[in-house]
């Protein structure tokens, strides 16, 4: 059973970066579909992006405008989320998750991932 572990969470001010990871264990995650998501306070759970990690297949949402990139060393390896120029609405909880199979159907809907790991907490400071 494949279990995910983030870290990286931390407090920055306005214009500041992270860099969260997640890391897999109980098995290969080759042919996953992991994707990052958040949850900021008032809101629902929503997708930040995904990768199909065997072929490296990203997806992002709109509003990220650029400013987070998803990536890996390895289709086995740690996932990484990188996040620039953070701004106070980018405050929450970030998680990382996994399905099996391709992220082409629904690559961002937080119902479609049956695997989270426990969230790491992202403040920004204005």
């Known amino acids: 059973q494949v279990e995910l572990v983030e870290s990286g969470g931390g407090s920055v001010h306005t214009g500041g970066s992270l860099r969260l990871s997640c890391v897999a264990s109980?098995?290969?995650?080759?042919?996953?579909?992991m994707g990052w998501f958040r949850q900021v306070p008032g809101k629902e759970r929503e997708g930040v992006g995904s990768i199909y990690r065997a072929t490296s297949t990203y997806f992002y949402v709109d509003f990220i405008k650029g400013r987070f990139k998803i990536s890996q060393d390895s289709p086995d390896s740690t996932l990484y989320l990188q996040m620039n120029d953070l701004i106070p609405e980018d405050t929450g909880i970030y998680y990382c998750?996994?399905?099996?199979?391709?992220?082409?159907?629904?690559?961002?809907?937080?119902?479609?991932?049956?695997?989270w790991g426990q969230g790491t907490q992202v403040t920004v400071s204005s």
């Open positions: 998750a996994a399905r099996t199979g391709s992220c082409y159907d629904s690559p961002v809907t937080p119902d479609r991932f049956t695997i």
């Open positions: 109980g098995g290969s995650t080759r042919n996953y579909c």
